[in-house]
């Protein structure tokens, strides 16, 4: 299995282009989700997913796009790059499990975005 | 103050030594994280546990549910272990899964 895959790794764009940064899953994960990583501070949600045609915003959600039109897909949109999007993207899934609160963290490498 | 604090920030060890990491976290909680990423690289979940200790090969996590604790251990410690290790909090209130991170504590092992 591939696990959870994200592309591009690396991108450099300038201010007001968009993007769109890709995630799949091959685990049938009805979970997932996207983080952005910045020097000193923990992941922080962008977005997240529950199940297909389902999603919801997180703790930094503007700026930011998502769709979910199958389990295995989550791409996050950048709209109108602006600088302060300078960041590591992860994205993340996992089984929702019988709580809906527990089950283990796959993540993906990482997309290093760069906005000048 | 962040809901969930790691100590410390940034660990210095021989090769060989035993290495404890401290996460503290102040909101009840139905699953906790440990988290390893390398250099430049992707992002490991190590272990996930809701109550007692998990052990993976030189790697050994507790969790005190009372005292809103977690340690992660490491023992004989090896180069190949310098990475951040991340703690990860499952709130027990709130929709589905919004972790809570702390922002990781940085571990190089010297031969």
């Known amino acids: 299995n591939a696990g959870v895959t994200q592309t591009p790794k690396f991108q450099v764009l300038k201010t007001g282009q968009s993007m769109t940064l890709q995630c799949a899953q091959d685990m049938n994960h009805e979970y997932m989700s996207w983080y952005r990583q910045d020097p000193g501070m923990g992941l922080r949600l962008i977005h997240y997913?529950?199940?297909?045609?389902?999603?919801d915003q997180g703790e930094v959600p503007n700026g930011y796009n998502v769709s979910r039109s199958t389990t295995e897909d989550f791409p996050l949109r950048l709209l109108s790059a602006a600088p302060s999007q300078t960041s590591v993207y992860f994205c993340?899934?996992?089984?929702?499990?019988?709580?809906?609160?527990?089950?283990?963290?796959?993540f993906g490498e990482g997309s290093r975005l760069t906005v000048l | 103050k962040n809901e969930v604090e790691q100590s410390p920030q940034n660990l210095t060890a021989q090769e060989g030594e035993f290495i404890t990491i401290n996460c503290s976290y102040s909101?009840?909680?139905?699953?906790l994280h440990w988290l390893q990423q390398h250099p430049g690289g992707g992002i490991v979940s190590l272990f996930m546990?809701?109550?007692g200790k998990k052990k993976h090969g030189r790697l050994i996590a507790t969790i005190n549910i009372q005292e809103k604790h977690s340690s992660l251990h490491i023992t004989a410690s090896h180069p190949r272990d310098s990475a951040v290790y991340i703690c990860a909090v499952n709130p027990r209130t709130g929709t589905a899964s919004k972790l809570t991170f702390g922002t990781g504590t940085r571990l190089q092992v010297t031969l």
């Open positions: 909101v009840g909680i139905s699953a």
């Open positions: 993340a899934s996992r089984e929702v499990g019988t709580t809906s609160n527990t089950g283990e963290l796959f």
């Open positions: 546990l809701s109550s």
């Open positions: 997913s529950v199940g297909a045609g389902i999603t």
